[in-house]
């Protein structure tokens, strides 16, 4: 692909039969060409994410059925037992065979109920596994959903990332405030309301705003007196702009100020400090269903 533009070219300028508009329209075509071949990188890294994700499930799970036949083999074996041992007792006196006979069928009945337990602990696992795959894919797709609208964006001071069971999308104060304002700017504001469409089609999602600064002290005047305050504020201004989405669940999103106190950064260096400088939108799944599951099993 690297090598097809410049040898049409010298073909076209050498046969002089192919006009200028059909030269620009393969020239488009080429360059479409080597975005879709870059989107498909995207994708294949996507994909092996979740391939490896659904191995260390399944892992997991072959982990989770060895413990489950050993126990099953333990409770076989203690039945086994009991019924010898229930043979043995037939040949006794009738009150003795009467109250080991009690006994062991208190036993069984023991056993038996342990089993039911096992069993509907056993489906909750597979249905807590199942559930916890489903917000992966999830996440993986609003990731992917969140990339694609903000596409424009990406290396202008913002990222997009998966890790730790949530979606991060970080912006730099470049790309939404003036230095000591906590006003957005326009180019802020387009990134802004990209991420609240997507946010809409997502009701489920938590939304977590955070503001940072780097560590250089604030001097401005007005309401705000430190790092704290201004952290606060561009956070607070974040919520608003997403809000002004009608769609968006108001209490499914939570402002937060850090200040300087989580760099992710050196502040010896002006690249370090401007990356300090931002705002992160920490997406959560609503884990409801999994956490009362997760009491059930115990």
């Not at 405030?177 to 946010?199: C, D």
Request: proline share 3%; net charge neutral; with cysteine.
């Amino acid at each position: 692909m690297k090598t097809f533009s410049p040898i049409i070219i010298f073909v076209f300028l050498i046969n002089g039969c192919v006009s200028f508009k059909t030269f620009s329209e393969i020239e488009d075509r080429y360059a479409n060409e080597k975005m879709n071949y870059r989107a498909s990188q995207q994708e294949n890294k996507l994909l092996k994410n979740n391939i490896d994700s659904l191995s260390q499930s399944l892992e997991s799970k072959i982990n989770l059925l060895k413990i489950t036949n050993d126990s099953l083999f333990a409770i076989q074996s203690k039945l086994y037992k009991l019924q010898n041992d229930y043979a043995f007792l037939a040949s006794k006196s009738d009150s003795d065979l009467k109250a080991r006979i009690n006994e062991n069928n208190a036993l069984l009945d023991s056993l038996t109920y342990k089993q039911y337990e096992l069993n509907k602990g056993l489906a909750r696992v597979g249905e807590l596994e199942r559930l916890v795959l489903e917000k992966e894919q999830s996440l993986s797709l609003l990731k992917k959903n969140l990339s694609d609208a903000l596409l424009n964006f990406e290396g202008n001071g913002l990222t997009v990332e998966q890790r730790n069971g949530k979606v991060y999308v970080s912006m730099e104060n470049k790309l939404l405030f003036k230095s000591g304002s906590w006003t957005v700017g326009n180019e802020g504001e387009k990134a802004i309301n990209q991420l609240s469409n997507v946010l809409a089609e997502n009701p489920e999602i938590n939304v977590l705003i955070e503001g940072h600064t780097d560590n250089v002290p604030y001097t401005g005047k007005g309401p705000i007196e430190n790092n704290w305050d201004l952290s606060t504020k561009r956070a607070t201004a974040i919520v608003q702009l997403l809000l002004n989405n009608s769609q968006i669940l108001p209490q499914n999103i939570t402002a937060a100020g850090r200040g300087e106190f989580l760099p992710i950064g050196p502040n010896s260096n002006e690249k370090g400090k401007s990356a300090n400088r931002r705002i992160e939108v920490i997406l959560t799944p609503q884990l409801d269903t999994i956490t009362e599951l997760l009491k059930n099993i115990n």
